[in-house]
Every structure is written in C-alpha cells, then in structure tokens.
C-alpha cells in the first residue's frame, strides 16, 4: 500500500503561482508512474499532468500545458506540481495518485491504483 499526502493548496489571485507537493509513503515509490489530477464542484475528475517513474516523460492537458509542471524526487518520495499564470478555471481539489506498474505516463484516472484525500486550490479574479 502507498499512502499520498498532497499540501500546498491555497487561495489566490488569478495570475498568481502556486505549489503543489504530494509526498509518498513506502519503498516503491521510485517505480510508480504519478499523475496529478483535479475536480471541480459539479465536474468529473480531469486530468492534469503525468510523470513516468523516471521522471524522464511527461504529460499535460492542454488547458495546463505551458502553465504547470509536474516534477518528481525519487529520493525523497516526492511529486510536486508547479501551477503558474493560475486561472479562475484552474480551481478545484487536486489530487496526486500513483499507479503501481508502467513505463511512461498515463492520463486516465482509472488506470491509477492510488489516491491522495486532495488539496483545495482557489483563483479568484
């Protein structure tokens, strides 16, 4: 089992930056491909970003791509997601997840095997 544990959400201005962490427990994390997602009141659960276990590939949805980077310490059984030039439509709970086996990323959210409890991100305009 791999527990997620994901900090940094806030309150902002639109524009503003923020940081997302989502820390690890366990001894396999370096072998799981991580993904972000999130969902808004209302809304299913969206992708956002993916990392494969390398960190080496990754992947963004188009409303985010050029905006977030997700990055990843094996070392320190870490994923962060890096949120700049944040909008209104960027609100909502985002969650970290982890998927036991793979070699690259993945961007459905049925296809991870672990959840964080999320973390409230708010742009107000």
């Known amino acids: 089992q791999v527990q997620l544990v994901e900090s940094g959400g806030g309150s902002v201005q639109a524009g503003d930056s923020l940081r997302l962490s989502c820390v690890a427990s366990?001894?396999?994390?370096?072998?799981?491909?991580m993904g972000w997602f999130r969902q808004a009141p209302g809304k299913e659960r969206e992708f956002v970003t993916g990392?494969?276990?390398?960190?080496?590939?990754?992947g963004y949805a188009d409303s985010v791509k050029g905006r977030f980077t997700i990055s990843r310490d094996n070392a320190k059984n870490t994923v962060w997601l890096q949120m700049n030039s944040l909008k209104p439509e960027d609100s909502a709970v985002y969650y970290c997840?982890?998927?036991?086996?793979?070699?690259?990323?993945?961007?459905?959210?049925?296809?991870?095997?672990?959840w964080g409890q999320g973390t409230q991100v708010t742009v107000s305009s």
């Open positions: 997840a982890a998927k036991r086996y793979g070699s690259t990323w993945y961007r459905t959210y049925k296809e991870y095997d672990f």
């Open positions: 366990g001894h396999t994390f370096s072998t799981y491909p």
């Open positions: 990392i494969s276990w390398s960190g080496g590939n990754t």
